[in-house]
C-alpha cells in the first residue's frame, strides 16, 4: 500500500483535534523505520490484562478460550476477536508500518467524533519463542451489537435491507467527506452496520487507503462515489449468488441508489439557498430540515449579494447527532439517532398523556425513564442481552404494541407487549451455530497473505516459520504496493474496483479522479435527484410522522 502522508502546510490546517490525537506518526520513508528488537505496545487502554496476551504467538493459533465466537467478515489478513478481560477486541496481524498508519488514522477520526471502530493499541517486536519475527498487530475495540452486512443477510430480514444498508453508508460516507477524509476504498464489506430503529447506522472499519485532509475536492469526493457503486453491485451480486439477497433485489439500482442518497444529503448540508430580505423565515426552515435529516447546525454564513436585494445564506459546521445529543441530556441514554428520535417520540407521547406539558421536560424525562423505559428494557431475557441494545429493543416492543393494539381494537399493557415480541420476534436476532460456522469459514477462506497455513499441522503445534509476512502486491500500473485487507468486523481493507490495492500512488489516483469526474451524474427513474426527505433513511420524515400516531395512540389509553 502506498500512503499519502500529510505535509506541514496541510497539517497545519487540519482540525487541532486530530493533530493531537496520537504520537505515532508514520514518516514518509519506509526504510526509516526500524522494526523493535523486543515488544512494544502502544495502547489506549489501562488494561492490564492487554499484556499477558500470547503475543510470542501467531494469531491464527491462539487459544480458543481466549476467542469470542462473533461473526467476522471476509479479510485477507488473520483477524480475531479475543476476550480480554470484561472487553472483547478485534485483532488484525498486518506489517508494522500499515498497523501503525491505521491507528493513526483511526486515532484522528475518532477524535473528529466521527462513527469509527475504536482504535485500542498497536503491537510490534512480536517474536516466537524461538526469535522468528511475526506481523505487528492493530487492535480495535469490537462495536458491541454491530455486525458484518454477510451476517445481516444470513437472519430474516426485510425485503429492503439492502437499501437500508445503503443509505446508512450514504450517511457515513458524506460526515467522513464533511471532515475531509479521502477513504479511497468503500464497500458494504468495509462498514460495520447497528440498527438504528427501522434503519441502520454504519461505521468505518478500515481506515488504511484513506487520508485526511482540510477537505476534498469534487474529484476526491466523486472518485469515492463511484468506487463504493462498483463495489456495491458487485458484492450484491455475490450474495445473490449465495442465495442471500431477495430475488426482487435490482444490484444495479441498489448501487445507483448510493449515488442519488450521497449527492441529496450533500447538496442539503451544503448548498447556499437565496431569498429575499423580508423571506428570513426561510433559514428557521432550512434549519430544522437538516435537524430532520439528524444533523446540528453550529454555524450560518449569511452574506447579500451586490445590489442587496437578496440574502445567501449557506451552512458553515453541520455536525451529526441532533436527536441523540438531545436525548443524551435529557436521559444520559447514548443511542443511535433514528432509536434517539423514536424514544423522543414517545418520551413526548408519555408527556401529553400524563397531562404535564407544563412542567420542565428534565423532569418529565426523569419519571418516563423510571416508570417506562427502565421497567421495559430489564425484561431483555440474559441470553439476548448482548444480541440486542436497550434502546432497539424498547422500539420494537413500542411498534409491537402498537399493531398488536390496532389488532385487538384496543390498548394492550406493555408487559403483555414485551411477552409477546420476545416470543414472536426476538428469535430472529440469534445466529444459530451453523450460519455462524459459514460466516467464520468463509472470513478465514480470504486470508492470502500468509503463505504459512496456521490452520494445518503447524497450528496445531502452535509454532511455525515465519513466511510471506513482506510480501508486496502490484496494482493495476505495475506499482508495489504492501498487502492490505478485504473486510472484517473490527479492522478491514479490500481491494478495490479498478483492480488496485489501497491507494495507489499519487499520481494514479488524480488520473482515476478526473477520469470519473468527467463522467454524467447518476439520476434516478424520473431523470433528477432522490428526494430529500428520504435521504437518511427510506421515508424517515413519513415514517417518523407514523411513529408519532403510534406513540400517541399507545400512550392515549395508557
Do not use: C
Not at 235 to 247: Q, T, V, Y
Amino acid at each position: 500500500m502506498t500512503s499519502v502522508n500529510i505535509n506541514r502546510a496541510t497539517a497545519s490546517s487540519l482540525d487541532p483535534r486530530a493533530l493531537k490525537a496520537t504520537s505515532i506518526k508514520t514518516t514518509a520513508d519506509p526504510s526509516s523505520e526500524q522494526e523493535p528488537t523486543a515488544l512494544h505496545i502502544t495502547a489506549t487502554s489501562s488494561n492490564p490484562r492487554m499484556f499477558t496476551l500470547p503475543w510470542e504467538r501467531p494469531l491464527a493459533t491462539w487459544p480458543r478460550d481466549l476467542l469470542a465466537n462473533l461473526p467476522r467478515g471476509i479479510s485477507r489478513h488473520v483477524v480475531r476477536f479475543v476476550h480480554v478481560g470484561d472487553d472483547v477486541y478485534a485483532m488484525k496481524e498486518i506489517t508494522q508500518r500499515v498497523a501503525e498508519r491505521e491507528y493513526e488514522l483511526l486515532r484522528k477520526l475518532k477524535k473528529l467524533e466521527l462513527p469509527t471502530v475504536n482504535p485500542i493499541a498497536v503491537v510490534t517486536g512480536r517474536h516466537t519463542r524461538e526469535g522468528e519475527p511475526l506481523e505487528a498487530m492493530l487492535v480495535t475495540q469490537h462495536l458491541k451489537f454491530s455486525l458484518p452486512y454477510r451476517a445481516l443477510f444470513a437472519r430474516n430480514l426485510r425485503p429492503d435491507t439492502a437499501e437500508r444498508l445503503i443509505d446508512a453508508l450514504a450517511v457515513l460516507l458524506v460526515r467522513l467527506h464533511l471532515a475531509g477524509f479521502y477513504w479511497g476504498d468503500v464497500s458494504l464489506s468495509n462498514v460495520l452496520f447497528l440498527r438504528d430503529a427501522d434503519a441502520f447506522s454504519a461505521f468505518l472499519v478500515d481506515a488504511e487507503t484513506g487520508d485526511l485532509h482540510p477537505s476534498l475536492t469534487d474529484g476526491q469526493r466523486e472518485y469515492d462515489i463511484d468506487l463504493a457503486r462498483t463495489n456495491i453491485i458487485g458484492e450484491l451480486m455475490d450474495l445473490d449468488s449465495g442465495n442471500l439477497l431477495a430475488g426482487e433485489v435490482d444490484e444495479v439500482g441498489v448501487g445507483n441508489r448510493l449515488v442519488d442518497r450521497y449527492h441529496s444529503l450533500w447538496s442539503a448540508l451544503t448548498d447556499v439557498d437565496s431569498f429575499d430580505p423580508d423571506e428570513m423565515w426561510k433559514i428557521e426552515r432550512r434549519v430544522n430540515r437538516l435537524n430532520d435529516l439528524g444533523f446540528d447546525v453550529d454555524e450560518l454564513e449569511m452574506k447579500t449579494e451586490e445590489d442587496g436585494n437578496r440574502v445567501l445564506v449557506r451552512p458553515r459546521v453541520v455536525d451529526a447527532g441532533y436527536a441523540s445529543r438531545k436525548l443524551l441530556r435529557l436521559t444520559g441514554l447514548d443511542v443511535q439517532e433514528n432509536q434517539a428520535r423514536r424514544l423522543l417520540n414517545d418520551l413526548d407521547a408519555y408527556r401529553a398523556s400524563t397531562w404535564r406539558q407544563g412542567e420542565d421536560l428534565e423532569i418529565v424525562a426523569t419519571d418516563w425513564m423510571r416508570e417506562v423505559f427502565e421497567p421495559t428494557v430489564r425484561m431483555i431475557p440474559p441470553e439476548y442481552r448482548s444480541q440486542i441494545e436497550p434502546a432497539q429493543f424498547f422500539h420494537e416492543v413500542l411498534t409491537h404494541r402498537w399493531l398488536m393494539a390496532e389488532k385487538a381494537g384496543h390498548d394492550v399493557p406493555m408487559a403483555e407487549a414485551v411477552q409477546s415480541y420476545i416470543s414472536e420476534s426476538l428469535p430472529e436476532y440469534r445466529l444459530d451455530s451453523e450460519d455462524m460456522k459459514t460466516i467464520n469459514e468463509e472470513a478465514d477462506a480470504g486470508v492470502v497473505d500468509d503463505e504459512m497455513n496456521w490452520q494445518g499441522g503447524h497450528a496445531q503445534a502452535g509454532q511455525g516459520e515465519q513466511a510471506g509476512r513482506d510480501r508486496t502486491d502490484k496494482d493495476a500500473n505495475g506499482h508495489e504496493v504492501e498487502g492490505q485487507d478485504a473486510a472484517d468486523s473490527g479492522v478491514t481493507g479490500q481491494t478495490n474496483a479498478g483492480g488496485q490495492n489501497g491507494a495507489g500512488t499519487q499520481t494514479d489516483r488524480d488520473r482515476a479522479v478526473e477520469e470519473v469526474s468527467s463522467q454524467p451524474a447518476f439520476e434516478d427513474a424520473n431523470g433528477g435527484r432522490s428526494s430529500l426527505r428520504s435521504v437518511y433513511a427510506p421515508g424517515s420524515l413519513d415514517a417518523a410522522a407514523d411513529q408519532d400516531d403510534q406513540d400517541d395512540a399507545v400512550w392515549a389509553s395508557s
